[in-house]
C-alpha cells in the first residue's frame, strides 16, 4: 500500500524557517518524481514545487522560488521541502503527491507563520 | 501558464441527483487531467485520471469527460458521502501544474 506521510510543520514567526519531510512507502520512491502542494486555511490547491525521480529536475512555483529548497534522498524514500524566509501567506497544509499526476497524496502537515 | 477555470464554485444539490462539474484550460491540454476530491480536514483524493479513467475504487457514479480545452465530471447520482469540494488537474504543459479553483458541492 502507498503511503506518504509528512511531518515537520508547525508554529514559526515571520522571517523563519522550516523544513519538511515526507517518508514514503508501499512503492520504490526512487523511480517517482515527487511534488509539494499547499492548501492555505479556506483556499484552494497550489502547487509548489516538484523533483524528478534522481533529482536532475527541481521546479518552483514563482511564490516560493528563491526561499524554498526541495530535495530527496532516495536511500531513505523521503522528501523533503527546505522553506527559509517565511511569510505570512505561507501558512498552510503542505502535501507532498505522487507523480505521474498526483495519484497518492499524504495527509498533509500544517504550517503556520505568524508573529 | 494553463490556466484552468472550474465551475460553478458552489452548488447545492439533493441526494439523488445528476451533479456536473466544469474545467476549461486556457490551452488546449489533450487529456492530461485529474478530479479530485476533498473531504473538509483530509488531502485530496484522485477520482479520475486521463480525463475519462475512472480510479480503481471509486464508484462508477463518477465520470469523467472531454478532451482538448473543456472537461467535465459528472456524479449520476449524488450519494450522502459525495459531499465535498472538487478539483481538476492538469498536467500537460508545466511548471507550473495548475489546479481548478474548486467546487463545493453542498447540500440541498
Known amino acids: 500500500e502507498v503511503q506518504l506521510v509528512e511531518s515537520g510543520g508547525g508554529l514559526v514567526k515571520p522571517g523563519g524557517s522550516l523544513r519538511l519531510s515526507c517518508a514514503a512507502s508501499g512503492f520504490t520512491f526512487s523511480s517517482y518524481s515527487m511534488n509539494w502542494v499547499r492548501q492555505a486555511p479556506g483556499k484552494g490547491l497550489e502547487w509548489v514545487s516538484s523533483?524528478?525521480?534522481?533529482?536532475?529536475?527541481?521546479y518552483y512555483a514563482d511564490s516560493v522560488k528563491g526561499r524554498f529548497t526541495i530535495s530527496r534522498d532516495n536511500a531513505k524514500n523521503s522528501l523533503y521541502l527546505q522553506m527559509n524566509s517565511l511569510r505570512a501567506e505561507d501558512t498552510a497544509v503542505y502535501y507532498c503527491a505522487r507523480d505521474p499526476e498526483y495519484d497518492y497524496w499524504g495527509q498533509g502537515t500544517l504550517v503556520t507563520v505568524s508573529s | 501558464d494553463i490556466q484552468m477555470t472550474q465551475s460553478p464554485s458552489s452548488l447545492s444539490a439533493s441526494v439523488g441527483d445528476r451533479v456536473t462539474i466544469t474545467c476549461r484550460a486556457s490551452?488546449?491540454?489533450?487529456?492530461?487531467l485529474g478530479w479530485y476530491q476533498q473531504k473538509p480536514g483530509k488531502a485530496p483524493k484522485r477520482l479520475i485520471y486521463?480525463?475519462?479513467s475512472l480510479q480503481s475504487g471509486v464508484p462508477s457514479r463518477f465520470s469523467g469527460s472531454g478532451s482538448g480545452t473543456e472537461f467535465t465530471l459528472t456524479i449520476s447520482s449524488l450519494q450522502p458521502e459525495d459531499f465535498a469540494t472538487y478539483y481538476c488537474?492538469?498536467?500537460?504543459?508545466?511548471?507550473?501544474?495548475?489546479f481548478g479553483q474548486g467546487t463545493k458541492v453542498e447540500i440541498k
Open positions: 486521463a480525463a475519462s
Open positions: 523533483i524528478s525521480s534522481s533529482s536532475s529536475y527541481i
Open positions: 488537474l492538469q498536467h500537460n504543459t508545466y511548471p507550473p501544474w495548475t
Open positions: 490551452q488546449g491540454i489533450r487529456n492530461d
